[in-house]
């Protein structure tokens, strides 16, 4: 157990470090510079020795290992730098961010986690024409771009029908009913692909579990329908499907990118946007380390649970 | 952008085990929805290739006259808000988002096989760096990566294509990893290098064509991630902006500004895409079809199905069922009535050509607390009529006719609820593969609690401490540390103990014991033997023991049944079956094994094999093996006969029998 925390440890602090250091590099490879796009954003034109002051001002002067070494530093004492373009800290400014990704990231994986573990369970039980209707509906729910499928639930939802806010989002504290309104709109529009997924991974797996010989032992031992299939076949099934929810959740951060810009949320995904295309190294960075932590404890979460649920990995 | 998701069941499924027929595409003809997403697939390169060419009109040329016009002759699709022919745009649209899936696609491949053909052969320390390298990069958020690329390429596509194959070739070195490492380590391939062939010619003669198959599919699931990936970018802004032309994502945006006033623009460039992605999707699924075989069967069905066969339950001669029926006859047990009984006992199993007969008017009494022994070759059908006794046949089986009596009720009937009741409670089984009969993720203790419980009223203290009591009944030694255990931590022997426990639990009448030491070592057989009999005298039930096993049946039964191709050939007391076959069957078996009664041996082998249910001969079953057969013996059904009391054999030539002896 120790030697496998300390393997994911170190795992983790390598793909961290390799992220960061890519993305500085990146960054410094990229045409154009902070320091321009504030000079121009400021006042269209300057001289060449007010980009050299703004430079220096923003430490872009430096080499690029010094610049990596300073942002280090920051990090390790809990900053990671401000804003270049409105000063603001990065830290906090993530923080006000994260609520509204994590809002539909979550409410994502909450709806097709359910919809699709019982479409899934349903179609392998009954098999025939409700599993062939699981495939067709998961194939379509795979191939609809979900930049589409958001722009058609807006026109149908909001515009026609005005059920629903087409943009912005309230914080739950505010008003949790609008939260919820301004919620349903995009996570409806990621919630199609991913319970798609989940649905059929669910119904293999289930099918899988379902043809297994211990699955009719406990049938002859009388236990009800019901045992065997939401105690015992699931618990098993659950194995894979677990694994596939943490991949669906690493895959949702580049999905919210889009819902967030099509429905106007102010989340991670539009601070990513719009920090890579201001060059804005500190909240970029920020932006990266969030994203791959968010990556890392995904990782461990479903290390985790995979162990809990399978005690033959648990054993050894 | 869109659900990047590769998912890792395929690499499972292709992955060793796979058996990979080297040329998909020629059963890809006989798929006619994958042979249309090919051909559709096809067009779409050749109009992505040829530009402007095929176009029917400018896809450039302003028309402010008929802005929005919606489809008409003239515009097939309608036009866009500068009165642009919006099938014209598609069609050169196509351009930038096939020219970037094909570079990711590139990407994709070349370091998916190489890397991974190259981990697959080399083992050792190569291997585990490349293993760690994949799941490096396969950790690195993808969206950041592609949004940094775009920004030190502004607007370039295919740098956030070459980009996004190369995050995603990890999934495919998996796949190709593990297929080549099963390859190489294949007797063959073993062979081929001994005898000095050169690594470059064992990759391409051997591993390369294995490879194709897993490839195909791996490439176009990527592909249709990779549509809706580019076209996101382009949709966004990021890549491909609408001043470079067309694309099929700027052409979402344009509609989308126009929503309100057109929703129509929606639908062709929707379309386009739902379309190019769906036919991507159906080749990889069809590839993967043709190359792992339809996998799964449904449900609590299992998959294993009889031999496709000729002879349907329909082709079986009515009459032919109704002497079944009708001979399936008792054996006088003396005036109780007996526990279980079975009369024309018949069998199909679904199969392509129809419903396939597998036994046929089997018959037969158990008597309280008596142990009668159902013994045959494999094949014979014992299983299936073990089975078919608590209501679980396999595959989709079902009893066609002949009733199951159960202390007078009925277990035949098609629902099934009258022999759910009963299992567990009143009839226990066990299997032959003691260890997958139990369920891998619950301790040994809580399954049998859970069965317990089932059956009677009892607290969950009450039912743990029954739990444990059952677990000293079958005799391991420490209750307490088995019940703790999970089932993977068992022995073999200690797992067919622990399913004794679980089918005992319910405190049953009958016990079917479905070959319950064939899966053991010989010492242990021995053990469950002993086990076996000395639980029948403490709990006076009665056993039907499915063996192929002489010894195990001389050891425990009293009556056997010997069935052979699907019918009950000879019944009788065990001993007069020893000393007086009236079978050939029965008869050429026990003269090929004159060492009666030693546990763990199988039934010798006699010249010839069982035949399956779709070549049963007309007349009897065995005639084809026996040294008795007359022409007669070919005629018709042979009707099973009492030759003594107690004691039936199915064979005209009985007489001859008692002669020869
Ligand atoms: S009926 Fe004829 S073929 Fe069949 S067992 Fe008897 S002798 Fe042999």
Redesign the interface.
């Known amino acids: 157990m120790v030697r496998e925390a300390i393997r994911w440890l170190l795992s983790s602090l390598v793909l961290l470090f390799v992220v960061t250091v890519l993305t500085f590099v990146l960054v410094a490879m990229a045409p154009g510079d902070a320091a321009k796009a504030i000079l121009n954003a400021r006042s269209g034109g300057y001289t060449p020795q007010q980009y050299q002051e703004m430079r220096r001002m923003l430490g872009l002067d430096q080499s690029l290992p010094v610049q990596y070494w300073h942002w280090l530093d920051h990090l390790l004492h809990g900053s990671m730098g401000t804003d270049l373009f409105n000063g603001q800290s990065v830290t906090q400014a993530l923080g006000s961010r994260i609520g509204p990704s994590l809002s539909v990231i979550v409410a994502t994986l909450v709806v097709s986690g359910l919809v699709g573990v019982a479409l899934g369970i349903v179609s392998a039980l009954r098999g025939g024409v409700l599993g062939r209707l699981v495939d067709v509906v998961s194939l379509g729910g795979l191939a609809i771009p979900n930049f589409w499928l958001a722009l058609v639930l807006v026109e149908l939802f909001a515009v026609r029908l005005a059920a629903f806010p087409a943009t912005g989002y309230t914080p739950f504290g505010t008003d949790p009913v609008q939260w919820l309104r301004g919620l349903v709109l995009p996570v409806l529009t990621l919630s199609a692909g991913a319970v798609a997924f989940i649905a059929k991974q669910t119904r293999d797996a289930m099918s899988d579990v379902l043809s297994q010989e211990f699955v009719t032992m406990l049938r002859a031992r009388g236990l009800s329908t019901r045992s065997v299939v939401l105690k015992h076949a699931l618990r098993n099934a659950a194995i894979p499907v677990v694994t596939l929810l943490g991949l669906l959740l690493v895959s949702l951060l580049g999905g919210t990118v889009v819902v967030e810009d099509i429905f106007a949320i102010p989340g991670l995904g539009q601070q990513a946007m719009t920090a890579s295309a201001s060059h804005d190294l500190p909240m970029i960075e920020g932006v990266a380390f969030l994203f791959t932590v968010v990556v890392v404890v995904t990782n461990l979460v479903v290390d985790v649970s995979y162990r809990l649920l399978n005690p033959k990995v648990r054993a050894s | 952008?869109?659900?990047?998701?590769t998912?890792?069941?395929t690499v499972q499924e292709t992955g060793p085990a796979a058996p990979a027929p080297g040329r998909p595409w020629r059963g890809l003809l006989r798929q006619p929805l994958g042979l249309l997403s090919a051909g559709y697939l096809l067009l779409l390169v050749v109009v992505a290739a040829a530009g402007t060419l095929l176009t029917p009109r400018d896809p450039e040329a302003d028309d402010l006259a008929h802005t929005l016009s919606g489809p008409s002759g003239a515009h097939w699709l309608g036009t866009d808000r500068l009165g642009r022919d919006v099938f014209s745009r598609l069609m050169v649209g196509s351009r930038p988002t096939l020219l970037g899936v094909a570079e990711a696609v590139l990407v994709f491949v070349v370091l998916g096989v190489a890397l991974g053909m190259v981990a697959g052969f080399a083992g050792g320390r190569t291997d585990r760096l490349i293993a760690r390298l994949g799941?490096?990069v396969l950790?690195?958020?993808?969206?950041?990566a592609?949004?940094?690329?775009?920004?030190?390429f502004?607007d370039n596509n295919a740098a956030a294509m070459i980009a996004f194959g190369l995050i995603s070739s990890p999934s495919l070195l998996r796949v190709v990893r593990a297929v080549t490492m099963a390859v190489r380590n294949e007797l063959y391939v073993k062979a081929a290098r001994l005898s000095g062939l050169s690594t470059p010619a064992i990759l391409r003669r051997h591993i390369l064509p294995r490879l194709a198959g897993p490839v195909i599919v791996q490439v176009s699931l990527f592909a249709?991630s990779a549509v809706?990936a580019e076209?996101?970018l382009s949709?966004?802004g990021?890549a491909t902006p609408e001043t470079q032309g067309p694309s099929w994502g700027n052409m979402?945006g344009e509609?989308?500004s126009v929503?309100?006033v057109d929703?129509w623009l929606?639908v062709p460039?929707?379309g386009m895409?739902?379309v190019t992605?769906?036919a991507l999707?159906?080749l990889g699924?069809t590839v993967h079809d043709l190359t792992v075989g339809r996998a799964?069967?449904?449900?609590?069905?299992?998959?294993r199905r009889p031999r496709p066969a000729v002879r349907t339950a329909v082709a079986v001669a009515a009459a032919d069922v109704a002497a079944a029926v009708a001979d399936g006859a008792p054996t006088e047990q003396g005036a109780a009535a007996p526990l279980l009984s079975v009369r024309g006992l018949t069998i199909a199993f679904p199969s392509p050509e129809g419903e396939v007969t597998v036994v046929r008017g089997v018959g037969f009494d158990v008597a309280r607390g008596e142990c009668v022994g159902i013994v045959g070759e494999s094949g014979c059908g014992k299983t299936v009529t073990a089975r078919s006794l608590?209501g679980?046949l396999?595959g989709g089986g079902r009893v066609v006719a002949g009733s199951v009596a159960f202390d007078g009720r009925d277990l035949a009937d098609p629902a099934g609820r009258e022999v759910?009741r009963l299992?567990?409670?009143r009839i226990?089984?066990i299997?032959q593969?003691p260890m997958?009969?139990?369920?891998?993720?619950?301790r040994v203790g809580s399954q049998l609690a859970?069965?317990v419980r089932?059956?009677h009223r009892l607290t969950r203290r009450q039912s743990r401490a029954r739990a444990l009591e059952l677990l000293a009944l079958v005799e391991l030694p420490d209750p307490a540390s088995v019940a703790r255990s999970?089932p993977?931590?068992l022995s073999g022997g200690m797992a067919q103990r622990v399913?004794i426990a679980?089918?005992l639990?319910?405190e049953p009448d009958l016990l079917i014991a479905d070959e319950p030491t064939t899966a053991l070592d010989v010492t242990v057989q021995a053990e469950i033997l002993n086990l076996l009999r000395s639980l029948r005298v403490r709990t006076g039930m009665a056993v039907v023991l499915v063996t192929h096993d002489w010894g195990v049946l001389a050891d425990l039964c009293e009556r056997a049944v010997v069935m052979y191709a699907g019918e009950v050939v000879e019944q009788a007391p065990v001993s007069d079956l020893y000393h007086a076959p009236r079978h050939p069957y029965t008869l050429a078996l026990l003269a090929a094994n004159p060492h009666l009664a030693a546990v763990g041996q199988e039934l010798p082998a006699i010249p010839g094999t069982v035949p399956p249910p779709s070549a049963w001969p007309a007349g009897c079953h065995f005639q084809p093996r026996c040294g008795y057969a007359t022409e007669e013996c070919g005629a018709g059904a042979i009707p099973l006969v009492t030759v003594a009391g107690g004691h039936q054999a199915r064979c005209i030539h009985v007489d001859r029998l008692e002669a020869a002896r």
């Not at chain 2, 950790?139 to 950041?144: N, S």
Request: charged share 15%.
């Open positions: 952008m869109t659900a990047i998701i998912s890792p069941e799941d490096l950790a690195v958020p993808g969206i950041i592609l949004l940094m690329v775009l920004a030190v502004p249709a809706l076209t996101a949709f966004l990021l979402v509609a989308a929503i309100s929703p929606l460039t929707g895409l739902v992605v769906l999707g159906l699924d799964r069967g449904s449900a609590v069905r299992p998959v608590v679980l396999p759910a299992r567990g409670s226990g089984l299997s593969e997958s009969g139990l369920d891998p993720s619950f859970e069965v089932r059956h999970h993977h931590e399913s679980l089918a639990a319910g």
